[in-house]
């Protein structure tokens, strides 16, 4: 049984991974971090979390990223085996809004939390949730670990910084310090301000009556999504690799955000240009055209590979949806 720590264990991949290690026979400790509601949806809503709380094999800690002083004591606590650090303000637009919240949560939270790790549990592995927004417009199609980094918002600045510390505190102090860089992932528990759930979730509530129009951005840009259990699967392995690394994990496919659009209303049976407006408040001052990740090095060394495709996913999100409007299934 290994002690496992989680930051950003209230989001949709913290969700996920706690579940998964609970499964595993893990023992789960989360980082938590002060709000004025206790309402915790993606852990609340999930009958076998709520049951581990009871049983004491998921404890909640609080902590906050900007508080070096509460990351110690938790580690001191807890003395984890591994940390997996999802925590941090990740959304694109919103870093444009909160540069310096989003520097401060995402990059030197990772600063924090690495030597909270290095004075307190030097011996545990750290596992970064890196993105593949660090390539920006990328150089080369499809990405690769080694494709050059080219930050265009300060949300993918900050997680060049965070990527950056984990391989320096890998060689200079020898941490077990890890890095997935991660392509989109999506999936019902997904924050309903991320395009994917927000067009599930419209499709859902305009085939039920609740909604007329949809207001997005841009159709126009092509991400590499994949679904979100698959990359959480991707992200024990490289936490549990023989020697710390970094691994791109992708589906390896391409689709615009039109495309998300047409196949979530087809799940409907509805035509997405009779409901889809474009909007100028969701348009960014800069947006990367087009990813694609080529995830063969955690194929060939890990033997990840993503089960979930496209069409798929974007069936089990609307699916979702229609569920919880009806009042079944889990609502994130
Ligand atoms: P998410 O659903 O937005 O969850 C983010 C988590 O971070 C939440 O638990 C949130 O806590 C916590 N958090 C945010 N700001 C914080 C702060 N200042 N201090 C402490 N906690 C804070 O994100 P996700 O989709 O699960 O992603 C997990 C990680 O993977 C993130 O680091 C993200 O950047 C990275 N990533 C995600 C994707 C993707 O497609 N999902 C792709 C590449 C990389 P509250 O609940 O209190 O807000
Ligand atoms: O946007 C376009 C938007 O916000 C996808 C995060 O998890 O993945 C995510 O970042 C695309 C962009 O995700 C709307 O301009 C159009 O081109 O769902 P998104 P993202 O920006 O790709 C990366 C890998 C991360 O690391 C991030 O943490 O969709 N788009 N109209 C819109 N996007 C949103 N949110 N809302 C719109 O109305």
């Given at each position: 049984m290994a002690r496992i720590l989680v930051t950003g264990i209230t989001g949709q991949d913290g969700s996920y991974l706690t579940e998964s290690h609970l499964e595993s026979g893990d023992e789960v400790h989360g980082i938590v971090r002060q709000s004025?509601?206790?309402?915790?949806t993606r852990l609340d809503a999930i009958p076998a979390l709520l049951e581990a709380r009871e049983a004491g094999r998921l404890t909640l800690h609080y902590a906050d990223l900007s508080d070096t002083s509460s990351l110690v004591a938790v580690m001191r606590n807890v003395q984890p085996d591994v940390v997996y650090h999802l925590a941090g303000q990740s959304h694109v637009k919103i870093s444009f809004d909160l540069p310096e919240y989003t520097a401060d949560s995402t990059g030197l939270g990772t600063l924090r939390l690495l030597e909270a790790l290095r004075s307190v549990a030097p011996d545990a592995r750290f596992f970064l949730a890196a993105t593949s927004e660090i390539f920006g417009e990328a150089a080369e199609s499809p990405q690769t670990e080694t494709t050059p980094m080219n930050p265009i918002n300060p949300y993918a600045a900050a997680k060049v910084y965070a990527l950056n510390l984990v391989r320096i505190y890998r060689q200079a102090y020898g941490l077990f310090a890890c890095a997935g860089i991660l392509f989109n992932h999506e999936s019902p528990r997904r924050g309903e301000n991320y395009v994917t759930r927000k067009i599930a979730r419209a499709a859902a509530r305009i085939a039920r009556g609740k909604q007329t129009e949809l207001h997005l951005g841009t159709l126009a840009p092509k991400r590499d999504w994949s679904y979100a259990p698959d990359v959480v699967d991707g992200i024990r392995r490289i936490a549990a690799a023989p020697k710390p690394d970094d691994f791109i994990l992708a589906s390896g496919a391409t689709h615009s955000v039109g495309d998300f659009c047409r196949a979530a209303f087809a799940v409907v049976g509805l035509d997405p240009d009779k409901h889809v407006r474009l909007d100028p408040r969701y348009v960014r001052p800069i947006d990367i055209t087009e990813t694609r990740g080529d995830a063969s090095k955690a194929r060939r060394e890990l033997g990840w590979a993503p089960k979930t495709g496209f069409d798929a996913l974007v069936r089990l999100m609307v699916d979702a949806e229609i569920a919880a409007l009806d009042g079944r299934g889990e609502a994130a």
């Open positions: 004025s509601l206790l309402q915790r």
